[in-house]
Structures are given as C-alpha cells and as structure tokens.
C-alpha cells in the first residue's frame, strides 16, 4: 500500500527503532534507510536494544557492548561526508541487566567509550503479566520476570544515574506503579516510558478492553505526574495490543489505523503534554501490521489538530532534548 505523505516537511526523528538480522528476519540499515527514505522527513532515529549483535565471548555482563558498537558504527556512516540523507542511529540506548548491582558500572563506562557521541543510556525490558498469551509473539520467550522487585535491581540503576544516563522502560501496564516509584526513587534520570506501556488486549471481549482502557490511562497518569518522566508514543503495531491488524491479508491504511489507535495517542498526548512526549515508528516490530508511510501517516493524523509548536515538539524537539541529539 502507498499513500500521500501527509505534513511532508515535518521534521521527524524516529525516536525508537531497531536493526537485527535473525530468526528470518532481516531488517538492517538499508531496509531501515528504505523506509525513512519513503517520502516523510524523518532526519534521525534512536536506536534502541533488540540483544543483538551481542558479543559472543567474555563476560556474560559485558556482552551487550556488541550491539553498542555495532549501532555506533551504522551512525558513524550516516554521519559521515561520504552519505547523504538521515542521521540513522544519533543516539543509541543499549542493553545492561541492572540486576548486576554495582558491577554493572564496567558495562556502562565502556558503552560510553565505544559511543562516546551518541550512547544515551539503556533499556531494560520488564513484561510481567500472568497470562502467557502474549509471550507466544516473542522471539525469545517468555522474559525474566520479576525484575524490578530484585534488590540489586535499584544497585544498578545509582550506577546509570551516576553518570547520567537515561533508563529506557518497556513494559506492559501492569508496570505503571513499579515504573512512578522508579522515577520517584531517581527523580534527576529521565524514565522514558515505552510504547506507553502496552495495554495487552488479546483475546478479551469489548467489555473487558474498555476496562483495560480505564486501568492503563490510571496507571500512566500517575507516571505522568513525575516531571522526569517521558513518553513514546507508538509501538501500537505490536499485536500485543490486540488490533488485530497484524492478521490480515490486506494491511490497513492511515485512517484506520488513525482511528483505532486515537484513545491511546491522544490520552498519551493529554498526559505528558508535546514537551514530554515523543513520536516513534518501533519498526521492525510494528511492521506487522503496517507500512512506516501509513503508520507516521497515522500519527499524523491523529495530532492534526496540534498547533505547529506542538507537533514540533512531538516529532523532533523531545527526543532531541531528551536523547541529546543534535542536528545541523
């Protein structure tokens, strides 16, 4: 499907992405070029942890600098006077299980020397839920669960906040309260809520999603109380949402996605305000139930009544601020 691009000139930085090549899929930086190319003017991304390209030997701790360095190399070439066009990868947010108390320090000091321009801080991935219904659509199963409740967990996280760092949190919304007393606990580190924290809506009745809808918006408008804390908004591409978009032949197009993911963007939005809130393509994931053209389309719509200071903010200004990227 190909649409006309909306707002084409509106400058864009893809706040959180990724690039991998396994399990049989292969999304790298020229498929991800491809898509920032299509005709929206996306002018960076973030890049963000899939645990990939992770060092196959050394420590077990250590090994996420792989992907560190990996990502910083793909920004070094868009940087680079050789290549014209988007800045993919100005800022990279890596992996570090926080788990490992204060030995994670190691991990973080040599992740800031492999990228020392663009490493911002990490992310750590926290699904706990009591259904394994969502966990079939995993690559990797099931996660860790538990993870906040680790003593040595907030050990780790005085190590990013000694040096500044951001904590990137991707979650369902069950995590809400653990996430508010995280950013509570750490108030000068910026928490940057994921994907808004995902709703999981498979298999649930009309009834039970709107009492979802109720329970997620409680939860992440007491995280929106906390100033440090930030928000992406996207990731509804995910069939963990349960739109059902991700099983159909024919992929939708931007006014119905617009239309399906509207409460939760806009409630988002209301929360955070523009100036907390930044605008994301979760591609490769997202892709499978829509096209970047109709998905940044999507978003576009749902914000068309935005002033111009706001969908600047939105889509460039916060995840500039936030992840400290600089554009010519």
Known sequence: MSEPILEPDLPIIDAHHHLFDRHGTRYMIDEFLADMRAGHNVVASVYVEASAFLRREGPEILRPLGEVEFANGVGAMCAGTDFEGPRACAAIVGKADLRAGAAVGELLD???????????GIRQIVMDHPSDVPFRYFFTGRPPQGIYGDPAFREGFRELAARGLTYDATGFHLQLPQIAALADDFPDTPVIVNHMTVAMGLEMTAEERAALFAEWKAGLAEVAKRPN??????????????????????KPGSKELAAAWRPFVETAIELFGPERAMMESNFPPDARSCGYVELWNALKRITSGCSAEEKAALYSGTAARVYRIALP
Not at 110 to 120: G, N
Request: aromatic share 12%; hydrophobic share 40%; glycine share 16%.
């Open 110 to 120: 040599r992740q800031i020397s492999a990228a020392p321009d663009r490493f911002r």
């Open 229 to 250: 804390a930030v928000c992406k908004i996207g990731g509804l591409g995910m069939p963990i949402w349960g739109f059902g978009f991700d099983t159909r032949e024919t």
